[in-house]
Nanobody, 118 residues
């Protein structure tokens, strides 16, 4: 079975920082890409940042220079360091993973709320 366990969400003032983490338990599967999406009320779910097994990263334009994603391959854990937070960053953040067994498939975390006050 595959499980994604998230932590680190909360309430923070504008300009502050938070660090999210997500551990992917996926024995017998290769974790190709892990990362974060976010969704605000009434809006679509958008990608925030991703990282491949080789360490290649991609960021949404809105978070470049403020957020940093990293990965611990030994534990299949992904981190999202969020600095200089803005009210626009308020959303539910979802961890996701793309895995490979016989084929590629995706799994999602339950989501963690990030609220930035202004």
């Amino acid at each position: 079975q595959v499980q994604l366990v998230e932590s680190g969400g909360g309430l923070v003032q504008a300009g502050g920082s938070l660090r999210l983490s997500c551990t992917v338990s996926a024995s017998f599967f290769s974790v190709n890409i892990i990362g974060w999406y976010r969704q605000a009320p009434g809006k679509q779910r958008d990608v925030v940042a991703t990282i491949t097994s080789g360490g290649s990263t991609n960021y949404a334009d809105s978070v470049k220079g403020r957020f940093a994603i990293s990965r611990d391959n030994a534990n299949n854990t992904v981190y999202l360091q969020m600095n200089s937070l803005k009210s626009e960053d308020t959303a539910v953040y979802y961890c996701y993973a793309n895995l490979q067994g016989r084929s590629f498939f995706n799994r999602w975390g339950q989501g963690t709320q990030v609220t930035v006050s202004s």
